[in-house]
């Protein structure tokens, strides 16, 4: 009988025995990209669970697991998720860095000392201008808030996942090209939502929606906290605070993960209006392929819902 078993697995052609990488990845953004990339021959770990805060995140055993037992860890940033960088240095898995690599957009924080910021036009043109030469150190990590990028890295994971199954290099590649396609349409549908919106400040709880703002040339966001760690001191709340009654903010959004308490504090004898909170992670959303998709368009509503009335 085991005979006759090794003569059938023997007859099986290579391709059939050839096993797709076990990816792991860290935020669900990164986690729906690779799922698309990947496509009917395999699904993605994701690290990140519901509700969690990217920036602050405990590894249960089996997680520290699955990456050690990974063949690649495609992930945004050390920056975003320092926890994950302390994993990675125990496991052998390939790491593939999206922030750091070549091609992606970055920018610093948008908020400039005074917590204001310039606007910026979407320029439709983006998705064919190279990235300027610069160090990415001390850039914001919320990197996946513009869609170019999203569209960059759909290349990037396929040629890793090429890289490490070349029997399945042309899958990986189209289904990259479809994956591309689905954003670009997603963008420009966004883009019309969000154009009447140009010029309705507003702001939020931490400064991680300036990929998101200058892509789609909104006025960029009044924050409490300048960065994802900073505690926003007495001196920057009675700014902000005045600011709010000077009319210089149409809507104020707290943040899932966070209390909207001080917020509303900070609001009180304005005419802000208070937003439905915002999800700049995606972690309150079904994860899966379509999980990148929901997390643009929810972020899109949500302002629209304030802003526009």
């Given at each position: 009988?085991r005979?006759?078993?090794s003569?059938a697995?023997a007859?099986?052609?290579?391709?059939?025995?050839?096993?797709?990488p076990?990816v792991?990845?860290?935020?669900p953004p990164?986690h729906?990209?690779?799922?698309?990339v990947?496509?009917?021959l395999?699904s993605?770990?994701l690290l990140?669970?519901?509700?969690?805060?990217e920036?602050?995140?405990?590894?249960?055993?089996?997680q520290?697991?699955?990456?050690?037992?990974?063949?690649?860890?495609?992930?945004?940033?050390?920056?975003?998720?320092?926890?994950l960088?302390?994993?990675?240095a125990?496991?052998?898995?390939?790491?593939?860095t999206?922030?750091?690599?070549?091609g992606?957009?970055?920018?610093p924080?948008?908020?400039?000392h005074?917590?204001?910021?310039g606007?910026?036009?979407?320029?439709?043109?983006e998705?064919?201008q190279?990235e300027?030469?610069?160090d990415h150190?001390?850039?914001d990590?919320h990197v996946?808030m513009?869609p170019?990028?999203a569209?960059?890295?759909?290349?990037?994971i396929?040629?890793e996942?090429?890289r490490?199954?070349?029997e399945?290099?042309?899958?990986?590649?189209?289904?990259?090209t479809?994956?591309?396609?689905r954003?670009?349409?997603m963008?420009a549908?966004?883009?019309?939502?969000?154009?009447?919106l140009?010029g309705?400040?507003f702001?939020?709880?931490h400064?991680?929606?300036?990929y998101?703002?200058?892509?789609?040339?909104?006025?960029?966001?009044?924050?409490?906290?300048?960065?994802?760690?900073s505690v926003?001191g007495?001196a920057?709340?009675?700014?902000l605070?005045?600011?709010?009654?000077?009319g210089?903010?149409?809507?104020?959004?707290?943040?899932?993960?966070?209390?909207?308490a001080?917020?509303?504090?900070?609001?009180a004898?304005?005419s802000v209006?208070l937003?439905?909170?915002?999800?700049?992670?995606?972690?309150?959303?079904?994860?899966?392929?379509?999980?990148?998709d929901?997390?643009?368009?929810k972020?899109?509503n949500t302002?629209?819902?304030?802003?526009q009335n």
């Amino acid at each position: 009988m085991r005979y006759i078993i090794s003569l059938a697995l023997a007859s099986l052609p290579l391709a059939a025995l050839a096993e797709v990488p076990q990816v792991v990845t860290d935020i669900p953004p990164v986690h729906a990209l690779v799922a698309q990339v990947m496509g009917d021959l395999g699904s993605p770990t994701l690290l990140l669970e519901k509700g969690a805060d990217e920036h602050d995140f405990q590894l249960r055993p089996s997680q520290m697991q699955a990456i050690a037992d990974a063949d690649t860890v495609i992930w945004v940033s050390p920056v975003l998720t320092p926890w994950l960088e302390r994993a990675l240095a125990e496991s052998p898995a390939a790491s593939l860095t999206l922030m750091d690599a070549p091609g992606t957009k970055t920018q610093p924080y948008a908020l400039d000392h005074g917590g204001h910021a310039g606007h910026a036009d979407h320029n439709a043109d983006e998705y064919d201008q190279p990235e300027a030469e610069h160090d990415h150190e001390g850039a914001d990590p919320h990197v996946w808030m513009n869609p170019v990028n999203a569209v960059h890295w759909a290349d990037l994971i396929a040629a890793e996942l090429a890289r490490q199954d070349p029997e399945n290099a042309t899958a990986y590649s189209a289904n990259a090209t479809t994956t591309k396609a689905r954003i670009k349409a997603m963008d420009a549908e966004i883009s019309a939502q969000l154009t009447p919106l140009q010029g309705k400040a507003f702001v939020s709880f931490h400064a991680a929606y300036g990929y998101f703002t200058k892509h789609y040339g909104l006025a960029q966001a009044g924050s409490l906290a300048l960065g994802d760690a900073s505690v926003p001191g007495a001196a920057r709340l009675t700014t902000l605070q005045a600011e709010m009654q000077a009319g210089n903010y149409t809507c104020a959004f707290p943040e899932i993960q966070h209390d909207p308490a001080l917020l509303e504090q900070v609001m009180a004898g304005s005419s802000v209006k208070l937003g439905a909170a915002l999800d700049p992670v995606g972690s309150s959303l079904d994860f899966g392929p379509d999980a990148y998709d929901a997390l643009m368009r929810k972020l899109a509503n949500t302002l629209t819902d304030c802003l526009q009335n």
